[in-house]
């Protein structure tokens, strides 16, 4: 899954305010920024849209997860034959 980063511009006396005040209280501003990006996401993108970019993701998921384990079992073969090769 790829991502993206948001630039925005922001007063800087109010931001560091901001940050002094949301660390009194334990809270992220990242978290808190993506929870809401979030929000605007699902406020205004269809959910079909959104179903299809889910299903999307999932498949690239999937694949990278199965790209990741071939390549795990390709390793520990190369391992083995280098240990019997060692062993002989």
Known sequence: MRTTTLTVS?????????KIHMEKR???????????????YEKY????????????????VSSARDRTRRAERSARRVENLAETAGEA
């Open 26 to 40: 334990d809270a992220d501003l990242q978290a808190e920024l993506n929870d809401t990006v979030q929000k605007l």
């Open 45 to 60: 993108v269809p959910q079909a849209t959104r179903e299809h970019i889910d299903d999307k993701v999932a498949r690239e």
């Open 10 to 18: 922001f007063n800087t006396e109010k931001l560091d305010a901001l």
